[in-house]
């Protein structure tokens, strides 16, 4: 891939505008703008690398680096660079992107082993298109399932099917995650289990849980007998 942004013509621009964030939220934060480093060729290849440092680190990466995510993205509305360039910039602290690479490979390829022993369907909770290429990539060596990336906007994810599974061409968007109080929130990488999974097994193979034969959604632990009207 051809080096379209360098440091000396977009680096400013992307300078001026983090400096002016930085200060104006108060984060303790300084930050490096330098060319990609080829840490992971086989999977990103930035012409550009926005590295972070300070005090507020922890701030950034917090929640699968949500914000410096945001940050990132943003700063591409900035430039307004095309969707297919958004590999071409990338921001990172303490080596995070080297760990959510690593962290997706090894998701993909127990997603691929499920696939193959349940002989149906799994599919991811949406992801932006940089990880949907990851894991695309992480499966291109194995022909015993294949994956497509389904959705769309903020719901488009990565579906793998056995290799012999016909594409499903309307999969219901999925629920809208929980996150039960836990202060990350729900993993990309832990999607819920549809189609053939222990999580339809459990519940008795029905769509959306409940009981066979019980009222729908309904939970157990109740009195019995029907409700008095109020």
Do not use: W
Not at 30 to 53: A, L, R, S, W
Not at 55 to 61: A, G, N, P, Q, R
Not at 83 to 93: C, V
Request: overall charge neutral; proline content about 10%; hydrophobic content about 30%.
């Amino acid at each position: 891939m051809t080096t379209k942004y360098s440091v000396h013509e977009t680096g400013p621009r992307i300078e001026a505008f983090l400096k002016q964030i930085i200060s104006d939220a108060g984060f303790d934060l300084t930050f490096t703008i330098g060319p990609g480093d080829q840490t992971n060729p086989e999977f990103e290849n930035p012409d550009i690398v926005v590295q972070f440092k300070g005090d507020d680190i922890d701030m950034l990466l917090a929640n699968k680096a949500e914000l410096l995510l945001a940050l990132e993205l943003v700063t591409m509305e900035l430039l307004r660079m095309h969707s297919d360039d958004h590999s071409r910039i990338s921001f990172d602290a303490n080596d995070y992107r080297a760990l959510r690479f690593e962290e997706l490979r090894s998701s993909a390829l127990d997603a691929a082993e499920r696939v193959k022993h349940t002989g149906t369907y799994f599919r991811f909770n949406p992801m932006n298109s940089r990880e949907r290429r990851l894991i695309h990539i992480a499966l291109r060596n194995e022909p015993a399932v294949r994956s497509e990336s389904c959705g769309t906007g903020p719901q488009r994810g990565v579906v793998i099917y056995p290799s012999s599974m016909p594409s499903i061409p309307d999969l219901p968007p999925l629920p809208r995650p929980q996150t039960h109080g836990f202060a990350d929130g729900p993993r990309p990488d832990r999607p819920p289990r549809e189609g053939g999974g222990r999580f339809d097994r459990d519940r008795g193979g029905r769509p959306g849980g409940g009981r066979p034969g019980g009222r729908p959604g309904g939970g157990g632990g109740g009195r019995g007998g029907p409700r008095r009207p109020r």
